[in-house]
């Protein structure tokens, strides 16, 4: 993703070249990552990220964001303060104030390309819920398409060409394409699986999709007279076709350097339970502290032998190829308790014993025994986008320890 962001910025810089004058938006999702909202630091590791492609969309000159429900996990008043080192508005129609009845962002903004005066509403699904009771009481999601009618009203009397930057899901996209006369495009956010098709005409407005991760462009190119005008669409892969831009390579290598330092102390030595840091970061009631299975080791040693010659005990390994030890999403799955309290001496690389069993703190006294593993406890990582061929019947026997690879029996040390 970070690569793709340096290959955008070489491959942008060719076609302004090339077309002089072009209009640059993003759909959201951007800011923050999947798993930022859940994990102990979040918000420092979420402020660097945001850092990163605020600076970075400042000097590609993008002109106009749409957030989505992921930029939103630390909040409305978060967000605000982000656009403010923004140079490029963030649009969004049906986010408001709950007491003033204003958007907090511009609902839409007009620009002008070779005479063409082009209108761009920002919209966000309002199934998506708005983070704290607080902020629940200040801001409201309200309905995306009364928005959209009333932008586009506006929009009509001097816009040539109307775009919706809709953050919401491929249905909502078609209802509004539905409800909503006079859009011409929709730039599609919040990717959804089923939702292959690049392109899908429908009822006069096209609705496009650009790809995750930032891994494609989806380019629209206008052309025509002055009576009719023709577009044309097409998605354009970024993967290794383009150089990496110095300025944004400049960029990502400091937010590599600051995210790694914000991590390793978040892997390494996270404040013990009860310090003031761990108490102000954690809601309580206090999780119980991981051990790592170095301590499992030292009375199971047979089931560690077995765990040994497990996928999960060389997870971490597997980032360390990919070259994503760095990326939190990844490292949810890839450790064990990502984000949680753990012992200051243990390391949680890998998919420990403390993923499955839970966390050991207290054990083996009687009143902490830990738990049986269910497969629901599987599911947490094995989810469908990363495991799809997963048969829980199948795999536990994978796992279980009973069966040591020498064929001995798991005897438990006293
Ligand atoms: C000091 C020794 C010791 C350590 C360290 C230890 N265990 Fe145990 N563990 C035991 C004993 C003893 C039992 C048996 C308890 C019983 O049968 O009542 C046990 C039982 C278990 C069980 C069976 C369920 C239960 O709670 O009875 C699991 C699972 C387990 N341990 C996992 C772990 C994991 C994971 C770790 C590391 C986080 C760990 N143990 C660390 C001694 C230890
Ligand atoms: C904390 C996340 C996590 C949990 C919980 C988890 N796994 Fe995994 N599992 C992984 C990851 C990550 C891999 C891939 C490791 C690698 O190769 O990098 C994996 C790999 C596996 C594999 C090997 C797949 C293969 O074909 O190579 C099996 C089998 C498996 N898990 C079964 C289970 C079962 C059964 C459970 C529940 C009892 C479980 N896992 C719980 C994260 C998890
Ligand atoms: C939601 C949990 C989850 C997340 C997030 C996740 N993984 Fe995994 N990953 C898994 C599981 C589970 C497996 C085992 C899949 C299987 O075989 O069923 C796996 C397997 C893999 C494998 C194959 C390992 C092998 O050698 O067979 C690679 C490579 C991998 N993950 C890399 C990544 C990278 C890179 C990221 C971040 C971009 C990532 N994963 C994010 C859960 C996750
Ligand atoms: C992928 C999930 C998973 C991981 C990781 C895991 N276990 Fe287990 N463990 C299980 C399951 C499932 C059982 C249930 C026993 C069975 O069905 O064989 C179990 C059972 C146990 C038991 C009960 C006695 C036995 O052998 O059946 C102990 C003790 C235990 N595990 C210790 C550990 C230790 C120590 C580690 C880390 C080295 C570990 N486990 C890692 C899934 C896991």
């Given amino acids: 993703m970070l690569g793709g962001l340096a290959r955008r910025a070489t491959f ?14 993003d759909t959201g999702d951007l800011l923050f990552s999947r798993t930022s909202a859940q994990i102990l630091n979040a918000r420092q590791i979420g402020a660097i990220k945001a850092d990163l492609f605020i600076k970075a969309y400042n000097y590609m000159e993008y002109d ?15 967000l ?8 490029f508005p963030f649009l969004a129609a049906n986010l408001v104030n709950i007491k003033s009845k204003e958007p907090v962002f511009k609902p839409y903004i007009i620009k002008e390309i070779q005479g063409i005066k082009v209108g761009i509403i920002g ?23 009364k928005a959209a009618k009333k932008a586009v009203r506006k929009l009509k009397k001097q816009c040539r060409v109307i775009i919706a930057l809709a953050h919401m899901e491929g249905e909502e996209q078609e209802m509004l394409a539905r409800k909503v006369r006079g859009i011409h495009l929709i730039i599609n956010g919040h990717l959804t699986h089923h939702q292959r098709d690049p392109i899908a005409a429908k009822h006069r407005t096209q609705i496009l999709v650009a790809g995750a991760r930032g891994e494609f462009i989806g380019q629209m190119d206008f052309f025509g007279e002055k009576k009719k005008l023709y577009s044309r669409y097409q998605l354009i892969p970024l993967k290794e076709s383009y150089t990496d831009h110095p300025k944004i390579q400049e960029l990502t290598g400091q937010y590599k350097t600051n995210l790694e330092n914000t991590l390793r102390s978040s892997l390494q030595a996270v404040p013990a339970e009860g310090s003031a840091t761990a108490r102000q970061e954690i809601a309580t009631p206090p999780l119980p502290l991981l051990v790592g299975e170095k301590v499992c080791f030292s009375c199971h040693q047979q089931e560690h032998e077995q765990w040994l010659t497990t996928a999960h005990a060389r997870a971490y390994q597997t980032l360390v190829e990919k070259n994503k030890t760095s990326d939190p999403y990844c490292l949810a799955c890839h450790t064990t308790g990502f984000g949680s309290i753990r012992d200051p001496s243990s390391s949680l690389e890998n998919v420990q014993c403390e993923a499955c069993h839970g966390a050991g703190e207290g054990h083996p006294e009687p009143w ?6 269910s497969e629901t406890q599987c599911r947490v990582c094995h989810n469908i986008a990363n495991s799809p061929n997963f048969n829980y019947f199948i795999d536990v026997q994978k796992v279980r320890h009973a069966k040591l690879p020498n064929g001995r029996e798991s005897i438990r040390k006293e």
């Avoid at 942008?12 to 938006?25: A, F, K, M, P, Y």
């Avoid at 605000?80 to 140079?87: G, H, P, R, Y």
């Avoid at 902490?368 to 593993?373: C, H, I, N, P, T």
């Fill in 123 to 145: 919209l966000i699904s309002d199934r998506f819920p708005l983070g704290s009771a607080e902020e629940k009481e200040k801001y409201r999601l309200t309905n995306p398409f």
């Fill in 12 to 25: 942008l810089s060719q076609l302004r070249r090339e077309r002089g004058n072009i209009i640059l938006v």
């Fill in 80 to 87: 605000l303060q982000l656009s403010k080192q923004a140079n």
């Fill in 368 to 373: 902490k025994s830990l738990k049986d593993v």
């Fill in 64 to 78: 106009a964001f749409t957030p989505g429900e992921l930029d939103l996990s630390f909040g409305v008043d978060n």
